[in-house]
């Protein structure tokens, strides 16, 4: 049976998937998961797989997701994903070494894993008892509920951090340079890259002006930093990247779930900050933490939400209007060894992160 328990946080892996080469498993949080560590080949496989596929119509992505994981090479062959159902290949047995689906002798141990929203361990079922593991999917509560009282996600909700003034001039830099777009960063053969595809749609504008960004830096140190220091026992030393953000409704602007320190080139970051400079003046674009919920958080003009860059984290589609926010990262000088080590790792962009002492 699993190394783990119930109510014991789930391993984090990346595993290649049939449509997803590096397939991060830690980007799944926010609904049910389960996962099927199923032996390699014959009628146990078959049976297990069958009766999965009788309850497909459980497995929406929105309550409830699967994963299955696969070793035998003719049966990942034939895997296709699909919505609600997806296969891990693991065709060395890693993943199910960790989960101690196979032991180091390379005895199976088929089994089935029901993780809660947060991927935490809240079922497990040897393979004999499928059919008892696959019933207990509908009588699931709904998501938000799965926890019995109502989740908040650890995040500090701070006001009056730029004053208007300040947030209608970086508007207006915007406005005057336009936007590029902008894209997230991705393991690429060992090195962190920029990569443009469809997990965002945003646009950016670089602040350049070192006035301006001494000017940010003061106004975060003195009415930023404390508050993190009160709320969370951190000591910030340094900001990275000054940019202006545009989420725009005629481009349905987002930012899909994901987490801010998952590569070489974005380890050293410790806290995210999200200040928006126009709250009033557009309909969505507000963050959600899925491991925490549906709730969403919108900060008032200048205000700032500030979480730790290991949250799953989202920016819903703006639906009406274009908003604008200032989004800087904050580590300390451990986080700055981090960066350094790291740097022969990270693609160059220099206009990217400009890096000074908050």
Not at 81 to 107: H, Y
Not at 201 to 217: C, M, N
Not at 272 to 280: P, R
Not at 283 to 294: N, Q, T
Request: hydrophobic share 40%.
């Amino acid at each position: 049976m699993s190394r783990f328990r119930v109510g014991e946080p789930a391993p984090w892996f990346t595993a290649p998937t049939p449509s997803n080469p590096r397939f991060h498993f830690s980007s799944v949080a926010g609904r049910y998961i389960l996962l099927g560590f199923l032996p390699a080949g014959g009628e146990a496989q078959a049976a297990a797989l069958t009766a999965l596929h009788a309850r497909r119509a459980l497995l929406d992505d929105d309550t409830v997701s699967a994963f299955v994981v696969l070793r035998d090479p003719h049966a990942i062959g034939r895997a296709r994903d699909g919505r609600g159902l997806r296969w891990f290949l693991d065709a060395d047995g890693a993943i199910s070494r960790l989960w101690g689906a196979l032991d180091e002798a390379g005895a199976e141990r088929p089994m089935w894993v029901l993780l809660d929203p947060a991927l935490r361990v809240l079922a497990l079922a040897p393979l004999e008892a499928t059919d008892a593991m696959l019933a207990r999917l509908a009588t699931l509560p709904r998501v938000e509920d799965h926890a019995g009282v109502t989740l908040h996600a650890p995040v500090l909700v701070v006001p009056r951090v730029l004053e208007p003034e300040l947030c209608r001039r970086l508007i207006d830099l915007y406005e005057a340079e336009g936007g590029q777009p902008s894209g997230v960063m991705r393991e690429v053969d060992g090195r962190t890259v920029g990569v443009l595809d469809d997990f965002k749609k945003r646009r950016d504008v670089f602040i350049r002006d070192p006035a301006l960004q001494a000017e940010l830096r003061t106004r975060l140190g003195r009415r930023l930093l404390p508050e993190i220091a009160k709320a969370f026992q951190f000591e910030a030393t340094r900001i990275e990247r000054y940019i202006v953000a545009s989420y725009d409704a005629e481009e349905g602007g987002y930012f899909r779930p994901h987490r801010d320190n998952t590569t070489k080139g974005t380890a050293h970051r410790k806290f995210a900050v999200s200040i928006n400079l126009n709250a009033e003046e557009f309909e969505g674009g507000d963050l959600r933490f899925p491991e925490f919920g549906p709730r969403t958080y919108r900060p008032p003009t200048g205000g700032a939400v500030v979480f730790s860059c290991t949250l799953l984290h989202e920016a819903t589609p703006v639906t009406r209007g274009r908003r604008y926010a200032y989004l800087p990262f904050l580590y300390d000088e451990a986080g700055a060894r981090i960066r350094a080590e790291n740097q022969p790792f990270l693609q160059p962009e220099p206009a990217a992160t400009d890096d000074a002492p908050a």
